[in-house]
């Protein structure tokens, strides 16, 4: 057997909040103005109060709404696939486990979040959600979301990956969103998420019908990522599996890394991984400190690892990654030592990316491939020792609208110097 899935009356009822797990307990976010912890009223203008109140729980479980289930039961619980054939070809003694996040409407694990945030902000009587959006995969997630809910969505989209990626625009404005490429005012630059925050927010900031939406980085959208986590524990001990020996995801801001590697905080004995790109290496050489989440610094401060508000990374294919900082609680667990972090250039991704298409069948997206590429390392390594490690890494998204990153790939036109 190789795949393993859960019933739709299995779907997790609650959100694992890490919080209460951290070594060190996490430092608050300041104003921007007055460098003071915020408040929920500092909060207000951006979201709505269950999710500031959710930003700074420190209760171990929160409750899912039901109309939220509702709607993730459409593709809830996903899959644990073995990636057997994989193995295989590498010939490690190694178990290699994958998630399955792909099977999502929008297709990849950003709607895990995208359906409660739009979910709360429409109890509140907000109509209308403003976003950035990397690669547009998180952009994606949130039209299909605010769709359900009869919202209005205007999406930021950086501006290398709006001219890389149309049909991520065409997704989005099929589910009735709009989107436009950022920074507006400056069409020659390549844009960076911080700057497509700042348009989000600018935005955002005076309108009482709309609120600002993030796909990643604060503590709120982690915690519901963390369904998918939930479920694999539960579906490696269906496999036969205690617990895996390494959580592996990659890493931008650190949505789908806290949402797999979360509830395996707990267990000392799990190493857990994150992947990020050696041309936006913020764990592995950014510093730790506050910072701004955005460019022109509208947004509050946050204790992150960051390479600065003002760092514009290349214009890699894996938009997604391209951030200059990383979640606070996802960079506090690095500082304590409690997770790891490692940097891959584009070529050695995407020569794991079509190793793992030619034996599992499966193109991924090009942020799902970093995963995949420090997964192979480590059974690799596995072959070395000979130890047959459990191996779970998060498939967090297919790569169907990323065929032209393929394409360089394939045709030896991807710039090396670009990772």
Known sequence: MTRWTLPPDKIPTAWFNVVPHLATPPQPPLHPGTREPVGPDDLAPLFPMALIGQEVSAEPWIDIPGEVLEILRLWRPTPLVRATRLEKELGTPARIYFKDESISPSGSHKTNTAVPQAFYNAQEGITRLTT????????????????????????????????????RRIAIETWGGEVVPSPVDDPSHPGSLGSAISDAVRDCVGREDTHYSLGSVLNHVLLHQTVIGIEAKEQLELAGERLPDVVIAPC??????????????????????AVEPMSCPTLTQGEFGYDFGDVEGLTPLLPMYSLGRGFIPPSIHAGGLRYHGDSPLISQLVRDGRMEA???PQGKVFEAAVRFARTEGRIPAPECAHGIRAAIDEALAAKETGEEKVILFNYCGHGFLDLAAYDEYNHGRLPEEQG
Not at 134 to 157: E, I, N, R
């Open 252 to 273: 931008g801001g650190g949505s789908n890394l806290g949402g797999i590697a979360f509830p395996f905080v707990p267990d000392a004995g799990v190493r857990l991984l």
């Open 132 to 167: 950035e959006t990397g690669a547009g995969q998180w952009g994606t997630a949130l039209s299909f979301a605010t769709a359900q809910f009869d919202m209005d969505l205007k999406v930021y989209m950086v501006r290398a990956s709006f001219d890389q990626k149309p049909y």
């Open 342 to 344: 490692i940097a891959y």
